[in-house]
């Protein structure tokens, strides 16, 4: 019921779940031996911030336009167009459709 | 049990009909939704009992207003001429998933539309979208399978406008019904050719005595570029985020289901209809090529969305490019045997998986978004935060949701995906690679709907809002147990209905001997 094969391999997600339970246990472990004599609610659990004072919580939330930024601003050659494409008009969604079927008309009947 | 073909669609569609009824003589509270709840759930067994059939007996046929359900030709006639559903495996494989999933919504719209005011024809069109889709997928007629295009698409369009006071919703609205309809003009152009050519409308018929002429490469390019855009396949998926993002989230749970019976409706006529008439290999190369450019072009488009609806639609397409590169490898080599042995119906399966997988887990997802957009009032991803707070057990469904979408173990996504993966690797390790760094930037933009919606301190703004009501959570528990059954028996679930699913659309010959004998 649960080890599927896959066409080159197999895949047992219970077997997953058992390896996944041992790999927990053992990082548990290893984490319960650290250090537990910190100071809770002291100095010691607040953010380190240069003597700054801590920003409010809604201005450390980091909101979705920041997130990977740098990763589109390095593609901007790929997104430019891409999203020039999608223009939300509905001439070019009916151009696109018609475009695509004479590209397809022409290829089905040649090759 | 030989009535529950015509059943599992008429049930719903008398309810659909009654309901302005029902609402008249004021049934009750929660009579609209009781009995479209009640439906579903009717259709749903009758599915599954259905699907148990098909699997016991073969395919099955139903023919309207004959004799006898099964009589398909007449004493005299040598092509069917009454208006018949075929159901073979993967009919029935679909029309499973869709069942599902318009059970689940149905179940969560109850809360979810609660202040809307128009209900009574929310739970009409509703069911009538139900219908066209389930229609769709069982009738072995392509003239009735444009019948139920258009009912589905005319109730999609409308309930796509539901929130008619939103000018967004209109408009996404009238993009949908003007390029459904002009896809659905075009799919009526091939029935004419079809017809006219071979005096038939039964899709067993046409296939038996198909010639590949060229009216026939014309009807072909014509059905596979309509129902390539109605289920959203890159370049002509631009009205699908439109109408995703501005329907309720219910709605869009099940536009889901109702874009892959376009889905299907390609797949059959691809190898149900053409078959091995057709070259194969070209057309199995357009539905790969459009594959991956649905992949890609889909994912990367989510990664700059910033409206949580409209990134979900982008995946949405983005995820419909797998099961068209996995289908499309099956096609590609339907005419080489070893191939299709060696990885093609591998390549199949996986595809065929990932539909019911991805109805269920982006069902999921939608329903999780319109949780999100019902209790903090915005789609915006840039004003949201920390709503893991309040939101728990949303949170917790999105994040099943999400892993599976992302092809995580041990969630379903992963067993499809891997599927997919490994078999499409034998026919073009390119194809293959490309299809695991879509997985990759899928996984990254759902980090960043999971970073900006739900994680982070709690704001302000959304300090005292509560979780989702009962009915909503309810409808998202039974997809996000699917996707966690399925992704713990993947095995049992490739047995049991996609194995036969595959088998049911290479085997032409069953389908056409089904019909018309041994004529």
Known sequence: ?111 | MEHLPILVVAVPLFVAFAIPLIDKVGGGRYAKEGVTVGSLLFSLIGMILLLKRVAALGPQVYVFGAALPTLTLPTGMKVPIRIMFEVDGMSAFMALSGSIAALAAAIYSIAYLKDETGKDRFYVLFLLLVVGMLGMELTGDIFNFFVFLEISSIASAALVAFRYYKAESIEAAIKYMVVGSLSALFVLIAVGFLYGKYDALNFAAIAKRMEFSWADKIALALLVVSLALKCGAVPLHMWLPDAYAEAPASVTALLVSVSQASLYGLFRVCFSLFGVKMSTLTVGWIVIIFGVLSMFIGVTMALVQKEIKRLMAFHAISQTGYMLLGVGVGLAVLGNPFDLKSYGLMAMKGGIFHIINHAMYKGLLFLTAGAVFYRAGTRDLNKLGGLAHNMPWTTVYFIIGAAAIAGLPPFNGFASKLMIYESVYKFNPILSIMAMIVSVLTLASFVKIFQSAFLGPQLPEYKDIKEAPMSMLVGMGILAFVVVFFGLFPELIVRTIVDPAAKALVDQASYISKVMGGM
């Open chain 1, 1 to 111: 019921m649960t080890l599927l094969y896959t066409g080159q391999g197999f895949w047992d997600p219970i077997a997953w779940l058992f390896g996944t339970a041992f790999a927990s246990i053992l990082v548990y472990w290893i984490w319960s031996k650290g250090r537990g004599d910190y100071k809770k609610g002291t100095e010691q659990v607040k953010p380190f911030l240069c003597g700054n004072p801590e920003p409010g919580k809604s201005e450390i939330h980091v909101r979705a336009s920041n997130i990977y930024w740098g990763f589109v601003e390095a593609l901007k050659g790929y997104y430019e167009p891409l999203i020039g494409m999608h223009t939300g008009e509905l001439s070019d969604y009916v151009g696109w459709f018609i475009g695509g079927l004479a590209l397809l008309t022409f290829v089905i009947l040649v090759v």
